[in-house]
C-alpha cells in the first residue's frame, strides 16, 4: 500500500511558476509508475503527467509540454511537479497517484491517491 501527500500550491500569476511534491509512504512507491492529475470546478479529473517506475520515460497532456516537468526521488520516494509559464486554465486542484501495474495515463488505472493541493493562477 502507498499512502501519498501533495504540498507546494498556491496562488500565482500568470506567468509564475508553482513546485508540486507528492511524498509517498510504502515499500511499493519505488516500483510504482507515478502520476498527476488535476480537476477543476464542474470537470471532470484529467491526466497532467506521468512518470515511470525506473524515472526514464515520461509522457504529458499536450497541453502543458514544455511547460511542466514530473520527476521522482525514489531515495525521498518523492515525485514532483515542476509547472513554468502557468496559465489561469491551469487553476485546478492537483492531485498525485501511483500506479503499480503500469505506465497509464487514465486515472482509473492508478490505485493510490493524495489528498490534492490547490493550484490558482490569476490572470
Known amino acids: 500500500q502507498v499512502q501519498l501527500v501533495e504540498s507546494g500550491g498556491g496562488l500565482v500569476q500568470a506567468g509564475g511558476s508553482l513546485s508540486l511534491s507528492c511524498a509517498g509512504s510504502g515499500r511499493t512507491f519505488s516500483t510504482s509508475a507515478m502520476g498527476w492529475f488535476r480537476q477543476a470546478p464542474g470537470k471532470e479529473r484529467e491526466f497532467v503527467a506521468v512518470?515511470?517506475?525506473?524515472?526514464?520515460?515520461?509522457d504529458y497532456v499536450d497541453s502543458v509540454k514544455g511547460r511542466f516537468t514530473i520527476s521522482r526521488d525514489d531515495a525521498k520516494s518523492t515525485v514532483y511537479l515542476q509547472m513554468n509559464s502557468l496559465k489561469p486554465e491551469n487553476t485546478a486542484v492537483y492531485y498525485c497517484a501511483a500506479n503499480y501495474w503500469s505506465m497509464s495515463t487514465r486515472a482509473y488505472d492508478f490505485d493510490y491517491w493524495g489528498q490534492g493541493t490547490q493550484v490558482t493562477v490569476s490572470s
Open positions: 512518470i515511470g517506475r525506473n524515472g526514464i520515460r515520461t
